[in-house]
């Protein structure tokens, strides 16, 4: 019998009680996150969530949910800033994303962390052109930001498992 070893992930993060507090690109990403999610197309939750994506050549993408009745044929806010990012600068690496989420047209208060599909694709961005970027999750009343994307999902999909 094996003994067993038991370990953990530990990763840095940074907290912000306002968006005053972040870098002034930080603060214009989470803004147009947040004017994203107000163009949501979000009939069925009524939960509209925006995203910002900055890439390193300056330019910025945004993108919200795009809901369907078939519901696994909608599309993640996040995703879809990055899509459209890439396809219009597609050797461009990302460096900052902002999310938002808004109900009744308000930021809601906690931020929304990406789910697992947009985890999972932040991670196939970062080791495309193996470079990091930080994901800023937004609410009215906290923001939260990691330096890697990567740390949002530790054990994840690689290419090299193919």
Do not use: H
């Not at 690109?25 to 994506?53: H, I, T, W």
């Not at 910025?60 to 800033?81: D, H, K, M, W």
């Not at 999310?99 to 931020?111: D, F, H, L, Q, Y």
Request: one cysteine or more; a positive charge; glycine letters at 4%.
């Amino acid at each position: 019998m094996t003994k067993q070893e038991e370990k953990s992930f530990n990763f840095p993060y940074k907290e912000y009680r306002s968006v005053n507090e972040l870098e002034k690109d930080e603060q214009e990403l989470v803004r147009l996150a947040g004017e994203a999610s107000a163009n949501a197309y979000s009939p069925y939750s009524k939960f509209n969530v925006g995203a910002a994506v900055l890439l390193e050549n300056g330019e910025i993408f945004t993108g919200n949910n795009q809901e369907n009745a078939a519901y696994p044929s909608g599309l993640c806010a996040e995703r879809v800033a990055l899509f459209y990012a890439s396809s219009q600068f597609p050797g461009v690496p990302v460096k900052k994303l902002a999310v938002a989420a808004s109900k009744n047209k308000r930021m809601i208060e906690a931020p929304v962390p990406p789910c697992g599909s947009c985890r999972q694709v932040f991670i196939e961005w970062e080791k495309r052109f193996n470079k990091p970027f930080s994901v800023i999750m937004a609410g009215s009343k906290k923001i939260i930001k990691v330096e890697k994307a990567m740390w949002l999902l530790p054990f994840n999909f690689q290419s090299d498992y193919l």
